[in-house]
């Protein structure tokens, strides 16, 4: 209780400073609150990571019961991803937010829900106990919408934050059944309660369960068809805030799910198959969309969809392993699912912090517009360049490990299993590399629309790197990435004890991580270092060699034409046309086009705008009918004073006359049946 | 050691062998054997010409290229002797590296910023995204056919008994072959004799490369078939020894070569819009394979 | 002390309206509210003592006393601004507070009456009392919503009488007379089921008028729109808990009889319907004081599903009527800052709230997250174990439905709420925005923490409390 | 004796949903007064005069005289028509009560309770139902106040049904707060009268959602 109390008093003595100081101290302060909760919570962390865990039981209140906060490895894993995310977000901020330093209010609204969230997002990883954790999770929530609608008086921000805000109550309503249930069955709040409870009730009863939970945990993390939120809430929230959200909001329901998945010891096999399945659709699904968005940060959070996917093919077929007590599939799951969980929160930040500079240089994100921006923004253009390269994972970055560390769970599963699962390892296969391919022809087409060729309607001479205060936390971000690229082996073997819990989950020892999987991250890491000094020293070479030949710059190779502008470059829709021709079926592109009938034709125009199918269906169609229903009980309030009266009468009527009525029917039917 | 040294070797001679053929199958009398080694020397003694718009990816992308395709040679196995680089799932590692480097020629081909090239690339990536498929699901069944998951475990466990098995392999070979004639973009994918820019593929990515950069692409392309030679070799020489391995490799590389060239005399490209349907059908012979192999393994109840 | 109490506040009452002076005015309210305190003070020291035998002390109607008393204080101070800012002619003015006082002695005097007809007595005088406030403003309008609210009120509060009849000769077959809640309950079983479930049926039909329910919450939409904002916060927060008092205890009555599960059904139609009514005009009203006010009834209906759901429900029912008065009285009190900014209160015309009045929109944010049931905000305590009764008495379909019609609602009201507060509003001239001190919304934030300290960390008295006010019905 | 006057208040009943006149309507209401002090006179056990001294202000004092009185005032002063303008036409009015009446002998017919006089009951019932479809069928305003004292005869016959007494002081309450709630009605009919000219509910429709 005592510690509550004086974490409340610090978070208010918080806000007061924030709403004392001026602009700049704002900002300054909220760093240095982020700051100290990281190392506060990393503190905690390391050790358990490292396998000492740390546990302690609060005296909650009368609503609550007691409230145990619980540091096992897995959080562990997670708080450091959430808080090194979180500080590169608020220093990358503090840069990005000056164009804004007028908006004083909302500044200060912006720091304190900043705090907030990083509060929110550190406690959700220790917090074992039902009430308190919806509490921090729509702590989260709400500080995470005030975060997005920053920019609020654009008409899209504020509808995307109700859109945000409508799907994670959603979700907390399914998180809160889920938690209904547990408390029905067992009658405490307590997350072991959630354990005991899948050690008495049946096996159906434990996959109900997970199933809220997956759908609760499913729609903050982005799977689809629960993702409709993601990509409006992205494109509009400024561009740290985007990285921290995709970087590390949806990755709590990811830490949700793998925490229910310790707690309920059940039928894991089929509950597996149901992860595998849904990420396999939101990995492909997020994809395909992705390629086809022409607004930057709007293609990178379909990305974060599709990467979802990634983790949570990992996590499934580490489920599925422990369902078959097959531990090198549980650690190569788990692991690959564990380090993408991190990898992608680097690789995702950095693109969105590259997006942000680009829209504070050119003041767009849509890729139509730009091109040629790495003449003037080189730092960015080499950070995005690197980040796209991660996570199409492609080696020697840190997106390829993870992704790696998942196929060879895949190839390792396939000896074993009938033909069923042999079936259904094919078909994930397929799709990990059909997401691969699309990601390296939505990045190359992002990366070199974006930044290479020339620009195509941003003036290129206005445009100007941005300040050191962004760019150093991108490096930091990039630096990671390397050190994950080049040092696998270390990483993985951090994750042995978060992966030993799952495997303890079938009461085997803990198990230490294959050699044979230690040795591939090893030589994958030299490798890739052979591969760096390959490059660099066929670079050297090269410069060696044609220093001496004569170099001149000339135009393009037009292929005859005369005169070549920028306008006659390849546009992002055209390069993904190909694509899009082959996935129309799956796709909902609207096209609005002018066509070039007469001779000499006149100003033309033609225009393509995609939208997500899913969307219409699941999610329009509803509010239309619910729209409709509503539509027809309008009259009731309609100021005439006898219907209210009427309603009075019809009211008691009803009440004694229905039941008459329902009796002498059950009695005629009664009779019927007697006959 | 050895697989790599060869395949340099192979990689010296490879495409002189398809354009001797053409040339014999088309009456004329070609250039030798070593001709193409020898523009890529010449190539690389000549100074370059940049076009104004592109950046510095434009510069990195072809030593960046180059280096995939080698560091893709150093994890084929040959025979009985390792690949310089060899881990479980190093194929994995291999189809990436491959991917890194058309990652590289895209974007310095949509550096350029010219049209043509732009179209190049995106049909480049299409294709490319198509062909992985297959590839991974052959080695796949491979993976399953010999429960190992390393080209030279994989190579070394795979030993052709039944006729069936001689059939998958045949199949094999010929998926894999097709994958290189895409990965190499020739026919009747892409025709790299054709003079109109708009029904190149790889051709025209490569426009404005010129001097030393272009050598390196152009080699790093023969390099690319020595390595899909070798593994084509790999399929039959599992258990052999060193000298009938050499043999069956020079045998496999030059019939590739030769069947290139006849190809290339004889044939059409095909459309663009049949490529996707093409390479797709790929992925679906490779899933026979798979079949084929679960037949073997008796997975079939 | 109640004598002395009702006939002290009454006399304040009759002063107030003689009396033309604005300092006497305002020393009146004072003392009104010294009064009022020292017998909220002397209530909680006479636990469960009973006084001029139709007035008890018991758990219900201190733990309402004192949620009165706390909102009487804001409400009073509100009026007073509001009236003086007006600049009203002092009759309107004297006649506004003395509605206002009878209003608040009455709904008191109510909660802790024992007899049902004595309830029934107050309820009549809260009637009267709060027609005079609506017609406050002396328009069309305001006369078109006090004439329907009364009048409306008059009907059902005959059904009442009707029902309180029924009551009695359902006693009859008892052999007693007496009609007191306790006598009720000690012979619950002897009563006659047939006299006893019409006297439910028109009790309860009654006094939806006053708790806001279907069918007869109707005119209640309209008094709160008409009445000025504190009298609003009064009528839509203490009123209804009065019309909660009155049929949770008869509710009690029936509760150990073989009714009890037809009663359920009973209130389980009336609570779905009313949330479905307030979703339907959640939905479309752009009067932001309907608004409120249908949100009200939303909450209303999810008090009597928790009441009808049993169990943990009770609990939670209670919890929840307390804690929504406070959230929706300061919501209301919060509304006069925003009609001084914006001279409106059609939500087309209101907009960028947070830039005019930061501390005022903070509330209306926090308000809304309360109002929502959104964690931090206590009501989600009890909606949350008001839903897990409904999942543990096997209720699924209408948890479900319920769910539904809230995850609406919040869609609805959260798209309001977030216009009034972000988005610009078009042709609204911020030129001579009257700037408001903070120190006005101190109020309102007090008692949206106060909702959200009681419903997290409640204190040990308080659940002592309310466990004791539903003590006496089957668990 | 009780009866007769009972039966003669049904009457009352059916001829005010014929009734066309406002006049009308009053004259009714006294009259039902009337009748009530009958029938309350004659239902009393034993006289004591304070009893009596209610009864007499409750029936004649107030329904009898001072309401119809003040009604009538009412109609003068805010020069309301004479016609009562029914939505509906006379004799489906008349159908309408009839039926309510029959239904409410039907419903006391299932009574099984000793306790309570039957024909009380349904007099009670059938002027409550009968004044809910006044207040509902009729346009002015006035006739909507007519048909709330129409259910308060209503319930004045129940509670004289019940039969066991309230404790003297509810009674007073009880009685001082309709007496109330009828001045008030009546001052907001002022009001009305004052603000809109022609007193119908077609102006009082304007406070709606829709």
């Not at chain 1, 009259?635 to 009527?653: A, P």
């Not at chain 3, 909450?299 to 209670?318: C, D, R």
């Amino acid at each position: 209780m005592v510690a509550i109390n004086g974490l409340l008093v610090l978070i208010i003595a918080a806000i007061v400073v924030i709403l004392l100081v001026n602009v700049r101290g704002k900002g300054m302060f909220a760093a240095a609150a982020v700051v100290t909760i990281a190392i506060v919570s990393s503190m905690v962390a390391i050790p358990a990571l490292l396998g000492h865990s740390f546990e302690v039981m609060l005296t909650g209140t009368y609503t609550f019961g007691p409230v145990v906060i619980k540091v096992d490895a897995l959080s562990a894993w997670f708080i450091l991803t959430i808080n090194f995310t979180m500080t590169t977000g608020i220093f990358y901020g503090l840069g990005y937010m000056k164009r804004y330093a007028d908006q004083r209010n909302s500044i200060t609204l912006h720091a304190i829900a900043y705090i907030l969230l990083h509060l929110a997002l550190v406690g959700l990883c220790a917090i074992q106990n039902a009430m308190v954790f919806l509490l921090f999770w729509e702590m989260m929530a709400l500080s995470a919408f005030v975060l997005i609608t920053f920019e609020h008086e654009k008409k899209d921000t504020l509808r995307a934050g109700i859109n945000y805000l409508i799907h994670s109550h959603v979700s907390i309503i399914f998180l809160m059944l889920g938690f209904m249930y547990v408390a029905f069955k067992t009658g405490s709040y307590s997350f072991s309660a959630i354990a005991d409870f899948a050690h008495h009730q049946s096996a159906m009863a434990g996959i109900a369960l997970f199933l809220a939970f997956f759908i609760g945990f499913a729609i903050k993390a982005g799977f689809v068809p629960f993702h409709t939120w993601l990509p409006y809430a992205h494109p509009v929230a400024p561009a740290h805030i985007s990285a921290v959200m995709s970087g590390v909001v949806i990755k709590i329901g990811i830490f949700g799910m793998l925490r229910m998945l310790l707690l309920i010891n059940s039928d894991y096999t089929t509950i597996g198959f149901i992860i595998l399945f849904a990420s396999i659709l939101s990995g492909v699904y997020g994809v395909m969309l992705a390629i086809i968005q022409h607004n930057l940060k709007r293609l990178l959070a379909y990305h974060s969809i599709e990467n979802i996917g990634i983790i949570g093919i990992g996590m499934g077929i580490g489920t599925i392993g422990l369902g078959i007590h097959n531990e090198v599939l549980a650690i190569l799951g788990f692991g690959g699912a564990l380090l993408h969980v991190l990898n992608h929160s680097l690789f995702k930040s950095l693109l969105f912090y590259g997006a942000g500079n680009v829209y504070l240089a050119t003041h767009t994100v849509a890729i139509e517009k730009l091109g040629g921006i790495i003449k003037k923004m080189p730092r960015t253009a080499i950070l995005f360049l690197i980040a796209a390269l991660a996570i199409s994972g492609l080696p020697p970055f840190n997106g390829f490990v993870s992704e790696f560390l998942i196929y060879s769970g895949l190839y390792g599963w396939i000896g074993s299993g009938s033909i069923g699962t042999l079936v259904i390892v094919l078909f994930s296969l397929l799709s990990l590399v059909l997401i691969g391919g699309l990601a390296l022809l939505c990045f190359t087409k992002a990366f070199s629309i974006v930044f290479l060729g020339s620009s195509r309607h941003v003036n290129i001479e206005e445009v100007q790197e941005q300040g050191q205060l962004q760019l150093v936390p991108m490096y930091f971000v990039g630096l990671l990435m390397l050190l994950i690229g080049f040092f696998p082996a270390l990483f993985l073997r951090i994750l042995q004890q978060p992966i030993a819990l799952f495997t303890q989950t079938i009461g085997t020892a803990p198990q230490p991580i294959p050699v044979n999987i230690t040795n591939a991250l090893h030589t994958i890491g030299w490798a890739g270092l052979l591969f760096a000094l390959f490059i660099i020293a066929l670079w050297i070479l090269r410069r060696w060699v044609s220093s001496s030949k004569p170099v001149e710059v000339g135009p393009t190779w037009g292929c005859g034409y005369p005169t070549s502008s920028a306008k006659l470059q390849y546009t992002a829709n055209s390069f993904a046309r190909s694509y899009s021709k082959l996935a129309k079926p799956m796709l909902d592109i609207g096209k609005k086009e002018i066509a070039i009938t007469e001779v000499f034709p006149s100003k033309k125009h033609y225009e393509t705008h995609t939208y997500d199918k899913l969307e219409r269906y699941f999610i329009d169609k509803l509010i239309k009918l619910i729209k409709v229903v509503t539509g027809w009980f309008l009259f009731l309030q309609n100021g005439r004073l006898q219907r209210y009266i009427l309603y009075g009468i019809l009211f008691i009527s009803g009440v004694i006359i229905i039941p008459i009525i329902i009796e002498k029917i059950m009695m005629l039917l009664h009779f019927l049946n007697n006959l | 050691m050895l697989s790599f040294v060869l395949i340099a070797l192979a990689s010296l001679f490879f495409t002189g062998v398809i354009i001797r053929t053409k040339s014999i199958t088309a009456g004329r009398k070609g250039p030798g054997i070593m001709q193409p080694v020898k523009d890529v020397i010449r190539l690389m003694k000549k100074g370059a010409v940049y076009s104004q718009t592109t950046s510095i990816v434009f510069r990195l992308a072809p030593v960046v290229y180059f280096c995939t395709v080698a560091m893709a040679a150093l994890l084929i196995p040959f025979g009985s002797s390792r690949g310089v680089i060899s881990f479980n799932g190093d194929f994995i590692f291999f189809a990436y590296l491959l991917g890194l480097g058309k990652f590289f020629n895209i974007i310095a081909a949509m550096d350029t910023g010219s049209s043509f090239e732009g179209m190049g690339a995106s049909r480049e990536a299409l294709y490319s995204l198509f062909a992985e498929p297959a590839f991974f699901i052959i080695l796949g069944s491979l993976a399953l056919l010999t429960g190992n998951t390393s080209f030279y475990d994989i190579f070394s466990a795979l030993h052709l008994g039944s006729y069936i098995t001689y059939a998958l392999a045949v199949l094999a070979a010929l998926v894999l072959a097709m994958i290189a004639m895409i990965e190499n973009s020739r026919l009747p994918i892409d025709d790299p004799k054709t003079h109109l820019e708009l029904t190149m593929v790889h051709e025209v990515m490569i426009l404005d490369n010129s001097g030393f950069d272009l050598g390196l692409i152009l080699y790093a392309g023969y390099l690319k078939f020595a390595i899909f030679g070798a593994i084509i070799a790999n399929l039959f020489t599992g258990g052999m020894s060193l000298l009938w391995a050499l043999v069956v490799f020079v045998g496999t590389q030059f019939s590739f070569a030769v069947v290139i060239g006849l190809i290339e005399s004889f044939m059409a490209r095909f459309r663009m819009n049949h490529n996707a349907q093409f390479i797709f059908a790929l992925s679906s012979v490779s899933f026979l394979i798979f079949l084929g192999v679960l037949l073997v393994l008796g997975k079939f109840i | 002390m109640t004598g002395l109490f009702l006939t002290g506040a009454y006399t304040i009452g009759g002063l107030l309206f003689v009396n033309r002076n604005k300092r006497i005015n305002s020393l009146l309210l004072i003392a009104y509210e010294i009064l009022l305190w020292g017998f909220t003070i002397f209530a909680c020291f006479n636990y469960k003592h009973t006084e001029l035998d139709y007035f008890a002390f018991d758990s219900l109607g201190i733990l309402l006393l004192i949620t009165l008393s706390i909102i009487s204080i804001p409400a009073l101070i509100h009026s007073h601004l509001y009236i003086s800012r007006q600049g009203e002619k002092p009759q309107s003015r004297s006649i506004y507070f003395a509605a206002m006082v009878v209003l608040l002695t009455s709904i008191s005097a109510a909660y802790l009456a024992n007899h049902i007809a004595v309830v029934w007595i107050f309820a009549e005088l809260t009637t009267l009392s709060a027609s005079a406030l609506i017609y406050h403003h002396r328009n069309k309008l305001a006369l078109e919503g006090t004439w329907k609210y009364v009048f409306i009120c008059a009907i059902s509060i005959s059904l009442v009488f009707v029902g309180i009849l029924f009551l009695s000769l359902s006693l009859n077959q008892a052999g007693n007379k007496d009609l007191s809640f306790a006598n009720l309950m000690a012979h619950s079983q002897e009563l006659n089921p047939f006299w006893l479930r019409l006297a439910f049926l028109f009790i309860f039909t009654g006094f939806t008028a006053k708790i806001g329910l279907v069918p007869m919450y109707t005119a209640g939409i309209d008094a709160k729109d008409k009445a000025p904002g504190p009298a609003a916060a009064i009528l839509s927060s203490v009123l209804m808990n009065m019309g909660f008092v009155a049929i949770f205890r008869t509710y009690a009555i029936l509760a150990h009889t073989s009714l009890y599960h037809w009663a359920n059904t009973i209130i389980f139609v009336a609570a779905i319907l009313s949330i479905f009514v307030a979703t339907v005009y959640m939905m479309k009203v752009m009067n932001i004081k309907r608004m409120f006010a249908y949100s009200s009834i939303e909450h209303m209906g999810i008090v009597m599903l928790g009441v009808a759901a049993g169990g943990i429900g009770f609990y939670a029912a209670i919890l929840h009527v307390i804690l929504h008065s406070f959230v929706k009285s300061s919501l209301f009190f919060q509304y006069n800052q925003v009609y001084r900014v914006f001279q409106d209160k059609n939500i087309y015309h209101l907009g960028n709230y947070f830039k005019y009045n930061p501390t005022g929109a903070v509330v209306l944010l926090f308000g809304f997250i309360s109002a929502t049931a959104m964690p931090p905000s206590g009501l989600f305590v009890s909606e949350f174990l008001i839903f897990r009764s409904l999942f543990e008495g096997q209720h699924l379909v209408m948890l479900l439905v319920a769910l539904l019609l809230l995850t609406i609602i919040i869609w609805a009201f959260g798209k309001n709420i977030l216009k009034i507060l972000f988005t610009p509003a078009v042709g609204f001239d911020d030129s001579h925005v009257p700037h408001i001190r903070p120190l006005e919304s101190l109020s309102q934030l007090v008692l949206l923490f106060g909702a959200v300290w009681l419903g997290l960390n409640p204190p040990a008295a308080f659940v002592h409390l309310i466990q004791d006010a539903v003590s006496i019905l089957p668990m | 004796m009780t009866n007769i006057l009972l039966i003669l208040f049904i009457i009352s009943l059916l001829y005010l949903s014929i009734a066309n006149r406002l006049v009308t309507y009053i004259r009714v209401l006294a009259l039902q007064g009337f009748i009530l002090f009958g029938v309350t006179f004659l239902a009393l056990e034993e006289i004591n005069t304070l009893n009596l001294v209610l009864i007499l202000l409750e029936t004649v004092v107030f329904k009898a005289v001072a309401v119809p009185v003040f009604l009538s005032r009412l109609i003068k002063r805010n020069h309301i028509t004479r016609e009562a303008e029914p939505y509906l036409p006379n004799f489906v009015s008349l159908i309408i009560t009839t039926v309510i009446v029959v239904v409410t002998v039907l419903l006391a017919n299932s009574i099984k309770d000793t306790h309570v006089d039957k024909i009380f009951f349904i007099v009670a019932l059938s002027s409550l139902f009968a004044g809910l479809y006044i207040i509902a069928s009729r346009k002015k305003i006035i006739t909507h106040v007519m048909g709330y004292l129409i259910i308060e005869n209503g319930v004045f016959v129940l509670s004289l049904a019940v039969g066991n007494e309230m404790p003297m002081l509810v009674n007073l309450g009880v009685m001082l707060d309709i007496f109330a709630s009828v001045l008030i009605l009546g001052i907001f009919l002022n009001k009305i009268g004052d603000v809109f000219k022609d007193v119908n509910v077609d102006q009082l429709s304007n406070l709606k959602d829709y």
